[in-house]
């Protein structure tokens, strides 16, 4: 699929004789009028056709609906080309030799981006863009050499597309803010050892991101893997990055995880007597295996109960089948279909298969907890014993099932907990703050807790709290960010300075919490600024000289968005900074690498003197090395740094 991206220009010149071959046999038959004809009409299919592709996932859909637009640009001109009846010039046939080659490739590229794996496509999304602008470059060249008067091309035409030969030669490679942001969240959810409810969070924001919250979104997902897997085999580091991001969301989504490259269409219990046929609706739309307990939702779709239990466990209310938000979330039994189900299997002698009750766990341990009207009443008690047990009540209930965040929010429990965050009592702050990290993994109680204004006083327990509070007051910090609102209150509340001080001085817990939320934040300008004059720098640059803590790409991460600040810049361009990264071109992990050559390239694009410094601590080799044999965006950054040696002449 995209094999050997970093070889793209080395095929180019490799190829560049046999497409002249190609070219100068095509501008011979190009001058009978009939295969003129042909070539055009091919070129027009080629954009009815890519018009007709679809749609394509949110780390492409912009450039991809910008591509189509610009060869739909071409239209008029082949159009005109078409009706031309004298035989077409030579300079005329080798532009649309060219241009053929720069529409089959985008069209390839446009198909890929619409039935790849969505975790690819985003894992990948800047080798993704290095595509999309060789078929720029490609287009641009086709264009190159057109002779508009000799063939009789109307003015209005030719200024069409000059103007948008100009345009794609003006394009410009960038990195949204949001794409950014959607990298954070990938290297989170792919790093985190640790499995507590603020990182199933971040799996589902990034699951939602990815449009990947569906059961027909995960298997489609599932099946495109398999086929790029097949292309690519598993042992790579991205393959296995894949997979494991791909078993998370199937996770959050209360789906069992049988495997990529087990076939998803058939069911297990038919892999021994494929030629016997099930009734449709005798299958679990979430895992197309035969019900043995089918329950009826709000919605009236029939589900396996464990299956369907899974996905309302993992804060779903929606049909998985439909998609419609679910009324209440009560099962009933379907016994009608149980019994119907029962008699086809013994008619047909199919075994169904057993499954074993999970053990210490009773069929109604998912229900909402019954007591939980009562407790959130006792958070308002005037007794302060009643309330202490309240709060230690609602942290451990918001901990345990969706249901129950659902039901403590509806119960009208979140202003309440709001308001005990300021009581000065160190062990009621530290279950309140817990309690809310619990809740905002609902997206509906991010929203409801945030009305509360509860920013200002999550800051304080982050300044004064005890070590537990202060690590879950980072974690919740960050969920709150999610909401882009607010990053901006976060920073206005004076909350960057104490989680840069939990960077700096808490447990590897308490770190790994706050560079997650300070990343987050860092998105926004303004809080760039204060992160830098809180002292940021530092911390990052002790997680750099200690890689026990394992931190290093988190930093790295951090570091590069904090460098398109100046002062940041300023900071982190220091001597000692510089031979830190170039010893980790050297010696570090390929994504250590990686970071550590993007960050280079970014602070020797703002500053000569940094790119001495670099080559001073030898960092050319090293460079020269990564861009033949490291990662994809490893190589890409490395010539990247190469050619601007060269330009700035500072080669040794």
Not at 12 to 33: F, I, S
Not at 371 to 380: A, F, G, K, T
Request: proline content about 5%; charged content about 25%.
């Amino acid at each position: 699929m995209l094999k050997n991206l970093q070889m793209v220009s080395a095929r180019k010149g490799e190829k560049a004789g046999e497409r002249e071959l190609v070219e100068e046999e095509n501008v011979l038959n190009l001058e009978d009028p009939k295969t003129k004809m042909d070539m055009v009409q091919e070129l027009i299919a080629i954009i009815d056709s890519v018009q007709s592709i679809g749609d394509y996932p949110r780390t492409q859909r912009k450039e991809a609906h910008g591509l189509v637009r610009r060869l739909k640009l071409f239209l008029p001109l082949l159009e005109e080309i078409r009706d031309i009846d004298a035989p077409i010039p030579e300079a005329c046939s080798t532009c649309l030799c060219r241009m053929k080659n720069a529409f089959l490739a985008a069209k390839k590229l446009l198909k890929m981006c619409n039935e790849g794996s969505k975790i690819y496509l985003a894992l990948e999304s800047e080798a993704i863009m290095v595509k999309f602008y060789d078929i720029y470059e490609k287009l641009t060249q086709a264009l190159d050499g057109m002779p508009y008067a000799e063939i009789g091309i109307s003015e209005e035409v030719k200024e069409q597309v000059e103007l948008m030969r100009m345009q794609l030669k003006r394009a410009k490679r960038r990195t949204d803010t949001q794409d950014m942001e959607l990298a954070m969240d990938m290297m989170v959810v792919l790093s985190t050892q640790d499995d507590r409810n603020a990182d199933s969070a971040s799996i589902e924001r990034l699951a939602n991101k990815l449009s990947l919250c569906t059961v027909e979104d995960l298997r489609t997902e599932t099946i495109a893997v398999r086929n790029l897997l097949k292309e690519r085999g598993q042992s790579t580091e991205t393959s296995q990055q894949i997979i494991n991001l791909l078993s998370k969301c199937k996770r959050i989504a209360g789906l069992e995880d049988n495997g990529i490259l087990d076939d998803p269409i058939v069911p297990k219990a038919l892999s021994k007597c494929p030629s016997l046929a099930v009734p449709h609706e005798f299958l679990c739309p979430i895992t197309l295996e035969i019900m043995t307990n089918p329950v009826i939702v709000a919605t009236g779709q029939t589900y396996e109960r464990e299956s369907i239990q899974k996905w309302l466990d993992s804060d779903h209310r929606t049909c998985p089948k439909t998609g419609q938000v679910l009324a209440h979330l009560s099962l009933a039994p379907n016994f009608a279909l149980r019994n119907l189900i029962l008699q086809w299997c013994e008619k047909n002698n199919f075994q169904v298969p057993k499954k074993d009750a999970p053990s210490g766990l009773d069929s109604s341990c998912a229900e909402p907890n019954v007591e939980i009207p009562s407790v959130v009443q006792n958070l308002s008690s005037n007794q302060l014993e009643v309330q202490r047990k309240a709060v230690r009540k609602i942290r451990m209930l918001s901990k345990e099932s969706p249901g129950n965040r659902i039901l403590i929010a509806s119960c009208g429990g979140i202003p309440p907990l709001v308001q005990l965050l300021s009581y000065p009592d160190s062990k009621i702050q530290e279950h309140v703050v817990t309690a809310l990290l619990n809740l905002s993994i609902d997206e509906s109680n991010k929203k409801l807790i945030s009305r509360e204004q509860p920013i200002p006083a999550i800051v304080e327990v982050l300044q004064n709290g005890t070590i537990g509070a202060k690590e879950n007051s980072a974690a919740a910090l960050f969920s709150l960010s999610m909401l882009d609102e607010n990053k901006a209150a976060i920073g206005l509340a004076n909350g960057i300075p104490p989680l840069v001080n939990l960077l700096k001085n808490g447990t590897i817990r308490g770190k790994k919490d706050s560079i997650t939320a300070l990343f987050n934040l860092s998105l926004s300008q303004a809080n760039k600024s204060r992160a830098i004059e809180a002292g940021i720098v530092a911390p990052l640059l002790y997680l750099l000289e200690n890689k026990n803590l394992d931190m290093v790409n988190e930093a790295l991460s951090l570091l590069l968005l904090l460098a398109s600040n100046p002062d940041g810049r300023q900071e982190i361009g220091k001597l000692s900074v510089i031979e830190t990264l170039v010893n980790f071109v050297k010696e570090g992990t390929p994504k250590n690498k990686e970071c550590a050559v993007a960050l280079l390239l970014e602070l020797c694009s703002e500053d000569s003197n940094i790119m001495l410094s670099a080559l001073k601590y030898g960092v050319h080799d090293p460079v020269v090395e990564l861009s033949k044999n490291g990662t994809n965006r490893g190589q890409r950054k490395a010539n990247s740094l190469l050619q601007l040696m060269q330009k700035s002449e500072q080669l040794p």
